[in-house]
């Protein structure tokens, strides 16, 4: 064959130009080039159509390429019987992923992961800009949330043979794989959550995480493989009153619901005392618990949860496994904290958001927390509160002697008359209860409330005041908390 300049037949799209004036021979030659170097034989059949009819041909050409001939596998089928193969090496069965022979987790490996939960962090493979922007497309919870919660939860623990398939079990392996990988929009990769199975780690926050993911929760869940996280998240969303997120509130400030979250203190390994992790110090860290509750009936709560025991309808495995279990309540339906002397206090229940719902300025539940009835003559505590916390809030120059004369009945009625109380120097529950809330507001330095309005925010404010004066954590106005109050706000402004 002859030899040609480099560069004459580097490209098949040529104009048909090039081939005018061209004797027979000449050009008969060039197309066996061309034939020779091109997948394309037909472009150049007829010199004289047009690039466009040469183009249309290139095209019908290329595609029954992709489509490949009748009765062949095509590039699209190989294509997709590729991606079938990706996910099914995703769903491997427990004989692969403990094959000595690949040996992918050398012990080398494994020794240089720290212990702790936290070293299980995958390695960013993508920017954090776009991780914000694959967790914000995360849909928004879907209608019917609480039952989708409840039939995700029934659906596994069904598939844990309904809390009598241990952990340690071949058959759980993938479900725990499934847990790890798929807990957060960016699980583990199936290599770490292999890891975090061989060693152990506790799952019972993944499993939670999990199934909130499953049943459509969407952005309104922080997923976490530690409970206090999404805990400490939903406290935030109720404290200020993120109606479209889970809020959890104080045990024993709402009652439970189906498709509630019940929260608990735990210990951090047997035969240790309970870590301490309270409603009032969730959201600094700790260690925790939580389960869903399935169902309510009259003295008690059944609660679903993984990493866990199975105790009702049947008895099952005692731990580690996906189990069903029963708290108690009390008489007015909210959960017993302390359920026995030697356990972990119950402190919070976290709730979904309703559909459509708008911030509330009162919480799902019944709210127990109110001042304590007074009577018709308040006693001396009381006035003596009133009057200690008007001087401090109210720049008041009242004697706190605790008698109600005709200046304490004054300041009372203004106080009552600025925050639309109602008339008169009365000192009744409601009127307590706005000083309680103007004194945590001073000790703040910042206006927190709708002043005699019981809500969740006053609820966490005083519960936090009490915790930190060794008071309990029980958002209560007792005799102890009002005298605690009043100190505090007077030692605030200082000698008058």
Known sequence: MPSYPQGDLESPFLEEELFVGESGREWEVRLAVLEAESPFLSVFEHSRTSLNEQLEELEEE??????????????????????????????????????????????????????????????????????????????????????????????????????????????????????????????????????????????????????????????????????????????????????????????????????????????????????GTDFANVDRGGISHSDIIVDVKPGYIVILGGNSGQTYPHSGRQENTVGQRTIRLDKQGFVIPLQRKDGCRYFAVVKPPAAGATAPSVPTGTPVARPTSGEANPPAELIRFAQRVLNATEDERLAADGIPGPRTSGALERFRRKYNLGAGGVLDDKTRFALAQRALEGLALQSMFEIGKHDIVTDQALSNFKTQRGLGAEPTLDAATRVALADASERRVGPR
């Open 62 to 275: 290329f595609n029954e390429e992709v489509r490949g001939p009748e009765g062949e596998e095509s590039l699209v089928d190989e294509v997709e019987a590729q991606d079938e193969e990706a996910i099914t090496d995703l769903e491997v069965g427990v004989e692969e992923l403990y094959d000595e022979e690949e040996a992918p987790y050398a012990e080398e490996e494994q020794e240089a992961l720290p212990e702790d939960v936290a070293s299980l962090e995958e390695e960013p493979l993508i920017t954090e800009e776009v991780l914000r922007e694959l967790e914000e497309e995360e849909p928004a919870p879907v209608p019917d949330l609480r039952k989708r919660i409840v039939e995700i939860a029934k659906q596994e623990w069904n598939t844990w043979q309904q809390g009598n398939l241990p952990e340690t079990d071949p058959k759980a392996t993938p479900l725990l794989l499934k847990y790890w990988m798929n807990f957060r929009p960016t699980g583990l990769s199936q290599k770490k959550a292999n890891i975090a199975i061989q060693k152990g780690n506790a799952w019972s926050a993944v499993f939670i995480s999990f199934v909130m993911r499953e049943a459509g929760a969407g952005n309104a869940f922080s997923y976490s493989y530690f409970h206090t996280t999404y805990i400490a998240a939903a406290k935030n969303a109720a404290v200020n009153r993120d109606s479209s997120r889970f809020r959890a509130y104080h045990i024993s400030s709402v009652r439970p619901e189906v498709g509630d979250l019940v929260c608990r203190d735990r210990v951090p390994m047997k035969g240790a005392p309970c870590a």
